[in-house]
């Protein structure tokens, strides 16, 4: 494990493109979960100047109107501007009605550990939890802080106090580590689309983005900006109104703002725009559940799980635990520690954590809540994943 290093994390602002399709797809799951929890479902997006293609795939007895939910998310979101407006854009779709194959109808919560055995995947993959002893979420700190500010972000515009603020930005923190720990801020960069830039004067926005933007988000952070710490606002010059009317966006490309800021590992397939069925979306949760209770029992500082699936089995067939060098045990020892109290079997991940049902039991849904500002580290929702209740079996 490297001692003395510089790390940086991104975060992006629900108006970015790419988000902006990660909620319309997660919308599209939820408006099928909430009304028929045992929906098949994949829905991917692109966004390009005053164009949204949407492409879905399903199996469901409920009925969507994709073209009026992708259009809510994007007023929800602030574009109404004439570049990219909910009113004005076009929204093509390419939609398929899979077979009853596809189509699992069960109660997640009554399944007997010989229900859950005949549950295999359908879909291989190798996913990735981690989880250190940074901050008060058990995340990498550079995303942590990132994350803090993509949101602050956001609540200025949403809320007018920067009312010059549109809906698209991006933030990015760079810490300084010494000795394996969280020493200093090195560089705090915010980079945000502006409504009318000709009218607004440089200073003024970079004197509000640290009055109103960094400065609150920062306020309860464990290290905080010093004298020597670096901070950009648009540093690559002022935007205009930013969004899709300036560069496209495609669903699932911001895999490391999803998770750990490329601090720890992730899978390359998209978490956004799939139903719980889906193994390379509901493995990382469970993966990143199992690595929170490991250091938050004092196990270990910091560490990974990782799961391999093969297509027809119920189990993985790898579990591994990398604790790098911070484990209390051997990290053979942690691993038999979570294959012993957690279980990633597809169909015991869906009885733990209810994941068909959520969205009907969640107002304004579920997974379109997660698909900005990370899926994993929340602690404004109350997530499965996140709990840290197997501390005492570990321990």
Request: hydrophobic content about 35%.
């Amino acid at each position: 494990m490297k001692k003395d290093f510089m790390f940086t994390s991104e975060s992006v602002t629900e108006g970015h493109p790419d988000k902006v399709c990660d909620q319309i797809s997660d919308a599209i799951v939820d408006h099928f979960l909430e009304q028929d929890p045992c929906s098949a479902v994949r829905a991917e997006c692109a966004v390009a100047t005053s164009v949204l293609f949407i492409a879905s795939r399903f199996a469901s007895r409920a009925t969507v109107d994709f073209a009026n939910t992708a259009r809510r998310v994007i007023k929800e979101i602030g574009y109404e501007d004439r570049d990219f407006s909910y009113k004005t854009c076009s929204i093509l779709t390419s939609l398929k009605e899979l077979s009853q194959e596809e189509y699992s109808c069960f109660d997640d919560a009554s399944l007997s550990d010989e229900d859950i055995e005949r549950i295999s995947v359908r879909n291989q993959a190798t996913v990735y939890g981690f989880a250190c002893n940074q901050t008060p979420s058990l995340m990498p700190m550079p995303i942590w802080l990132a994350q803090k500010l993509s949101r602050r972000l956001t609540l200025a515009m949403r809320q007018s106090i920067l009312p010059f603020l549109a809906p698209d930005g991006k933030t990015q923190v760079g810490v300084e580590y010494r000795a394996s720990k969280a020493h200093r801020i090195h560089t705090i960069t915010v980079s945000t689309s502006l409504r009318e830039p000709k009218k607004l004067e440089r200073k003024k926005v970079e004197d509000d983005i640290l009055e109103y933007v960094i400065k609150p988000a920062f306020a309860e952070a464990p290290i905080r900006p010093d004298s020597k710490t670096r901070i950009f606002v648009n540093p690559e010059g002022t935007l205009l109104l930013g969004g899709p009317a300036i560069h496209s966006g495609l669903t699932g490309r911001k895999n490391a703002v999803d998770t750990y800021g490329e601090y720890g590992r992730h899978s390359d397939s998209a978490l956004s725009g799939k139903d719980p069925m889906r193994i390379d979306r509901v493995g990382p949760y469970a993966a990143r559940y199992a690595a929170k209770n490991l250091v938050a029992a004092g196990l270990a500082e910091e560490c990974e799980v990782q799961l391999s699936y093969s297509i027809g089995l119920s189990r993985p067939v790898s579990i591994q635990v990398d604790s790098f060098d911070t484990g209390k045990l051997p990290d053979k020892e942690l691993a038999t520690l979570i294959k012993k109290h957690f279980d990633f079997r597809l169909g015991g991940i869906l009885k733990e954590f209810g994941l068909r049902t959520l969205p009907s039991k969640m107002k304004g849904g579920f997974y379109r809540k997660l698909a900005a500002h990370g899926h994993v580290g929340r602690m404004d929702m109350d997530l499965p994943w996140e709990r840290t209740d197997k501390v005492d079996l570990l321990k």
